[in-house]
């Protein structure tokens, strides 16, 4: 949308690089995008491709095969994304959460072997947390890991895993010792080709539907102890910190999701006619939309500052969840009222809102649900 502040946070350098992701998303995603709702999974050469023109190591350093930029241009990438309605390739989870975990916790020789795969799009990743039965609360995960020598056979199962089918590798929270609560985690990079690796079936979802999502089933995986990122037991720091900046991507995202949203809904009603005029013409849609582009336009400097917070140092645990709590209410208060304005269009998949509306919903969940966020945010009152 057309905002009366001007963004500051990006200078031509990162808007040349915006047209560049633009044009591939228009040129190489849309097209086929509907194919990959209906085949639940996006293919491997979307991925090469990305990795060609530079998506997938946007803040990788050049060392280990990224373009050596930072958060700002992941950033860019992730708000493309949702300004063209891409719920998938999930390029975001594998480029700007799992690699930069990586990149920030493993040893050099790791770094070396794992990141330049993962930035040509070589290898897809998937992340481990969530648990059939218990949620993704780190003291009651019971996937558990026990040393063997030189590995550790790893037993459990992980559940709601975005690329579960297409993904090489996992990085799996394993509690190694149930003693330690929480701090008895540990991270392993698991190959998902290795024996003991099963995958459960696709889920169908409500939206994000060209992401596939399935449980991930580890029955005496064999996994060598080379393969443990960051320290034994140290999976709670390396967690939370990676945790800031996946809720500042869910962030990112919404934002810009409520965004188009109001230009579509801008564009929709003025060309829209019913009883004799515009639904634009009704004093409730005008009302209404003012309100919308008020409320997007207000939050977008408070985003646009944890962008460039998290660019120089990291955004808190704490101003993160409030950046992922309020983007997120935001956009489904948003979402579902410019779904309204579309009247029964907004409920046909074809329309660009009604995938929006389905898509955004699970922001308010994944990532640590609203509700925990606002448990985060509470205890630093």
Partial sequence: MQFGIPRTIYDEEHEIFRDSVARFLKEEVLPVYAEW??????????????????????????????????????????????RYGVAAPAWDMHAYIIAPILQNFCTEEQKKEWLPKMATGEWISAIGLTEPGGGSDMKEIKTNAKADGDDYIINGAKTFITNSHIADYVLLATKTDPSQGARGVSMFWVDLSLDGVSRGKNLKKIGNKAQDTAELFFDDVRVPAANIVGELN???????????????????????????????????????????????????????????????????????????????????????????????????????????????????????????????????????TNEVMKYIIAKSL
């Fill in 37 to 82: 709702e209906e085949a639940g999974r996006t293919p491997r050469d979307i991925w090469l491709r990305a990795g060609e023109v530079g998506l997938l190591g946007t803040s990788t350093a050049e060392e280990y095969g990224g373009i050596g930029g930072n958060f700002l241009f992941d950033a860019i990438v992730i708000e493309e994304l949702a």
């Fill in 234 to 368: 140290q999976g709670w720091s390396l967690l939370i910190n990676g945790l800031a900046q996946e809720r500042l991507v869910v962030a990112v995202r919404s934002i810009v999701m409520a965004e188009v949203a109001v230009d579509q809904t801008i564009d929709y009603t003025k060309q829209r006619k019913t009883f004799g005029q515009t639904v634009f013409d009704f004093q409730n849609t005008q009302f209404k939309l003012a309100e919308m582009s008020a409320d997007v336009e207000a939050g977008r400097p408070f985003i646009d500052r944890c962008i460039e917070l998290h660019t120089e140092g990291g955004v808190t645990p704490e101003v993160a969840a409030k950046a992922k709590l309020w983007a997120t209410e935001l956009a489904d208060r948003v979402l579902d009222d410019c779904l309204q304005l579309h009247g029964g269009y907004g409920y046909v998949w074809e329309f660009p809102i009604a995938r929006a509306w389905a898509d955004a919903r699970v922001h308010r969940i994944y990532a640590g």
